[in-house]
């Protein structure tokens, strides 16, 4: 299989269903009219909302690698059989324990490591120089040898002279967890691994489709490379997005409308102008009125300033809601995020 160069590596970002059919639920509920910026925000911080969708090139047969034992997602096999030997290669290996003869001789002592306490091997016995060099390369390489070697002591006591002869006489065989053949050490198990068990450690899969939440758990720099050149563009220019948000949504039955600025809102209801068939009363007629005049102090009335404002009049507020509520039904009156009031007329912020 060919390796998938990043520059090779076609991303595209997916708007996955359940997030919008929760939103579009949550906005034919509420009934006011919010930002698409806003909602596109609010979308891309969930884990779950976005999907990277990543393709080879058309004109050539790479695939995706993608480990079996983690679903981590390479773009060659050599870098997924590293993955492997790191990460997983105990889930290869299989030690069987076997008993052997123990060592003869006369050993009265054994030599103890005076840093970790750990039993090495007699002075007599013909690997001590070896076991003494690979303790201090494994345990103690921080400490010069010849201070190592100074607090290395013997031990005459009779258990611990029987401890390392029972040690030596069971040794560990490593042996193919998916064959059972036997190797020499480690290395030479993994390639066999490698040669006669590829379907074991990997597959290949022609499209990727990766949550936005587990890009930066990625171990292929040129995957992750991919999905963030993407992300950063949609980042900086948001207008496909946001198109694709707008088309979402107005497929499940949203409004989508402007403001005067160019800014897009979704929402339940489309604003409209009260036609000759509407009959409204009196104090909705002067609710549209308040709603559609300019701003006072660069804000437009909310249904507290209702409240107030009929209060005066000796209107109920439970009246004043109502009668708000009927508007934005029937799309008279619209009712943005921060809780203010709008209506077409000579002040309104709503595009025409």
Same mark, same amino acid.
């Given at each position: 299989?060919?390796?998938v160069? #990043?520059?090779?590596?076609?991303c ?7 997030p919008? $059919?929760?939103?579009?639920q949550?906005l034919?509920a509420d009934?006011?009219? !919010?930002?698409?910026?806003d ?13 990277f969708?990543?393709?080879p090139?058309?004109d050539t047969?790479?695939?995706?690698h993608?480990?079996v034992?983690c679903?981590q997602?390479?773009?060659g096999?050599?870098?997924v059989?590293?993955?492997?030997r790191?990460q !997983?290669?105990a889930?290869a290996?299989?030690?069987v324990?076997?008993?052997?003869e123990?060592?003869?001789g006369?050993f ?7 840093l ?8 007599n ?10 303790? !201090?390369? /494994?345990?103690h390489?921080r ?8 607090k ?8 611990d002279v ?5 040690a030596?006489s069971?040794?560990?065989e490593?042996?193919?967890a998916?064959? &059972? +053949?036997?190797?020499v $050490?480690e290395r ?6 490698r040669?006669?068990?590829?379907d ?10 990766i ?7 990625? /171990?292929?720099r040129d ?7 993407v992300w950063?563009? +949609?980042k ?10 707008r088309q ?5 039955g949203l409004?989508?409308?402007r &403001?005067?600025?160019?800014h897009?809102?979704a929402?339940?209801?489309h604003p409209r102008?009260?036609?000759?068939? #509407? ?6 007629q002067?609710?549209l009125a308040?709603?559609?005049a ?9 249904r ?7 209060a005066v009049?000796?209107?109920a /507020?439970?009246?004043v809601?109502? $009668?708000? $509520?009927a508007?934005v039904?029937?799309g ?6 921060n809780?203010?009031? &709008?209506a077409?007329g000579?002040g ?5």
């Open positions: 299989m060919k390796p160069a #990043d520059k090779a590596i076609f595209t970002l997916r708007l996955e269903m359940p919008l $059919d929760k939103l579009a949550k034919k009934g006011r009219a !919010h930002a698409l910026f909602l596109w925000r609010n979308l891309v911080n969930q884990p779950n909302a976005l999907t969708v990543l393709k090139p058309r047969k790479a695939k995706f993608l480990c034992e679903g997602a390479f773009s096999g050599e870098l059989f590293r993955h492997f790191q !997983h290669a889930k290996v299989k030690i324990p076997k008993t052997v123990p060592p003869k006369n009265q002592f054994v030599a103890r490591c005076g970790c306490r750990t039993l090495l091997c007699p002075p016995y013909h690997e001590f120089s070896a076991r003494l060099v690979a303790h !201090h390369k /494994e345990r390489d400490v010069p040898f010849d201070e190592f070697r100074a290395v002591a013997n031990s005459n006591f009779p258990d029987e401890a390392w002869r029972k030596l069971v040794t560990e490593l042996h193919c998916f064959c &059972d +053949e036997l190797a $050490d030479a198990l993994l390639d066999h691994v040669q006669a068990h590829a074991s450690v990997e597959k290949t899969e022609p499209e990727l489709a949550p936005a939440a587990r890009v930066r758990h990625l /171990e292929c995957i992750r490379r991919a999905c963030n050149q950063d563009k +949609e900086k220019e948001p207008g496909h997005f946001l198109a694709l948000l979402s949504l107005s497929q499940r409004q989508i409308f &403001d005067i600025l160019g897009q809102y929402c339940r209801y102008r009260p036609s000759e068939r #509407d009959q409204l009363t009196p104090r909705q002067e609710i308040l709603a559609g300019p701003a006072r102090r660069g804000h437009k009335p909310n507290h300033t209702l409240r107030d404002h009929f009049q000796g209107v /507020e439970a009246d809601k109502a $009668d708000a $509520d508007l039904r029937m008279l009156l619209v009712e943005l995020e809780g203010q009031l &709008d077409l000579p309104s912020h709503i595009a025409t």
